[in-house]
Each structure stands twice: as C-alpha cells, then as structure tokens.
C-alpha cells in the first residue's frame, strides 16, 4: 500500500477489506468511492480455478450486457463490397478491406472490435501477428467471423462484449459506468457472471469461482461473496 497516493488509503478505510459483500452492497461501496473527476469504469474480476494452458479449460465467449457498457464501441468490418455498406448501415465506424489492412500494417488500431467475413478471412490472416497480440482477431468462436454483418455490428453497438481467461486463470471485464443506476450495474454483472459461470469447461476440477472483485477504474476493490451471487445466476 506504500505507493498508494493519499485518495486511495482514503478510500480502504471506508468498508472492511477482510469481508465479502452480497453484489448490492459491493456497487454501493464501489459507486461511493467513484470520485474521481471522469466517470469511471465499473469493473469486475473473476478468478477461476482452471488452468488456461490446456486447451480444454479455456474459458472464452460473448456476452450482450442488458444495460450495455456506457462506452461507445469502434467497430471495424473488413469485407468486400456491397458488405461494407451493410456495415456502414448497421452503425460501424468503418468498412472496408484492402485500405484498412494498409493502414493496419502502418500502425493504425483506432478501433475496440474488428468483424469479418469469411471469404476475406485469408487476407486478415496475413495481418494476424499484428491484431493477436492486440486482441482484435476476428474469431468465428466469438461471432466476429460472419456474413451477418448487420445483426453482428447491432449486437457490438448495443453491449456485446467479449471475454476470455488470461494465463493466471483470471477474467477481467469493464460492465457498466459507474454512473449506472445500482440496479444496472447488478444486471449487467449477474448477465456476466451467469455467461462465465456457465461456460465452465467439463474438464475443470475442484472449485470453479475462486474468488470475484468489483471495482471502479480508480478505486479500490471489494470481494464479493461469491456463494450469494451464485443463488443469482438463473
């Protein structure tokens, strides 16, 4: 905590670090202690008990988020013409193939999703080794491999979020703002939970959710009690 600026050891004096809070009681913490001068990002950490090195305990997929995440998400679609106009059409910020793989190669990533179609896949391939490591592949595992582009963009627009477990077994999602009402933010994280809870792989043994945080971008967290908020899963 040394390193903590005077704002923050402010902030983990208001609750009980060592308790666990039912999901209400949490976003009310959280959304109190959201002072900063922006509105701050509602967050929310899940570590699992899996091990992501072996491909069949690799928790990865989409969520729609009912409330949506407050953020106005860039959407690239790289497909040919006429598609790129449906894409346009449906609200992507930009469309296109053989100029946006261009300006990919020359550094250019100003976007939060990018979609594709099928029949241009092999020209995204050959741009892979720059969208990978930036997680904006296109993936058919996830949706953002289709020809139904109008219906893939709407989705993206209106909340849809990908999520995926990094190698320490953990998953990390922004699902709101804070300035949400508390009943959202507890929509929009239970909506997240069930999918991650959900998508539990087979092969995954011993306790599943080892232990879920919610935060604000500049706040501290709070523990969830994570037996309480799966009785909320439906």
Same mark, same amino acid.
């Given at each position: 905590?040394?390193?903590?600026? !005077?704002?923050?050891? /402010? *902030?983990?004096?208001?609750? +009980?670090?060592?308790?666990?809070? #039912?999901?209400? =009681?949490? &976003?009310?913490?959280?959304?109190?202690?959201?002072?900063?001068?922006?509105?701050?990002?509602?967050?929310?950490?899940?570590?699992?008990?899996?091990?992501?090195?072996?491909?069949?305990?690799?928790?990865?997929?989409?969520?729609?988020?009912?409330?949506?995440?407050?953020?106005?998400?860039?959407?690239?679609?790289?497909?040919?013409?006429? !598609?790129?106009?449906? /894409? *346009?059409?449906?609200?992507? +910020?930009?469309?296109?193939?053989? #100029?946006?793989? =261009?300006? &990919?190669?020359?550094?250019?990533?100003?976007?939060?999703?990018?979609?594709?179609?099928?029949?241009?896949?092999?020209?995204?391939?050959?741009?892979?080794?720059?969208?990978?490591?930036?997680?904006?592949?296109?993936?058919?595992?996830?949706?953002?491999?289709?020809?139904?582009?109008?219906?893939?963009?709407?989705?993206?627009?209106?909340? !849809?979020?990908?999520?995926?477990?990094?190698?320490?077994?953990?998953?990390?999602?922004?699902?709101?703002?804070?300035?949400?009402?508390?009943?959202?933010?507890?929509?929009?994280?239970?909506?997240?939970?069930?999918?991650?809870?959900?998508?539990?792989?087979?092969?995954?043994?011993?306790?599943?959710?080892?232990?879920?945080?919610?935060?604000?971008?500049?706040?501290?967290?709070?523990?969830?009690?994570?037996?309480?908020?799966?009785?909320?899963?439906?």
């Amino acid at each position: 905590m040394r390193n903590r600026g !005077k704002r923050y050891q /402010a *902030l983990i004096k208001t609750y +009980d670090l060592s308790n666990s809070f #039912d999901i209400r =009681e949490a &976003i009310e913490i959280v959304k109190r202690n959201a002072n900063a001068k922006f509105d701050e990002s509602f967050e929310i950490s899940i570590n699992l008990g899996v091990d992501p090195r072996k491909a069949d305990q690799m928790v990865r997929g989409t969520v729609s988020l009912p409330h949506g995440t407050g953020k106005d998400v860039r959407v690239l679609v790289l497909c040919k013409t006429p !598609k790129d106009q449906e /894409a *346009l059409d449906a609200g992507a +910020d930009h469309a296109g193939l053989e #100029d946006y793989i =261009e300006k &990919i190669k020359g550094g250019w990533a100003d976007v939060d999703v990018i979609v594709a179609t099928p029949d241009v896949m092999g020209e995204v391939g050959k741009i892979g080794r720059i969208l990978g490591p930036r997680g904006l592949m296109p993936n058919p595992k996830v949706g953002t491999v289709t020809f139904d582009i109008e219906k893939t963009v709407k989705e993206l627009k209106a909340g !849809k979020i990908e999520y995926r477990v990094d190698k320490t077994g953990n998953i990390h999602a922004a699902v709101g703002k804070c300035s949400f009402s508390p009943e959202q933010l507890a929509n929009n994280a239970i909506t997240f939970f069930s999918s991650i809870v959900k998508a539990k792989p087979v092969s995954a043994k011993g306790k599943y959710v080892k232990s879920v945080h919610i935060s604000s971008t500049m706040g501290p967290s709070v523990k969830i009690n994570d037996l309480t908020f799966l009785q909320e899963v439906k």
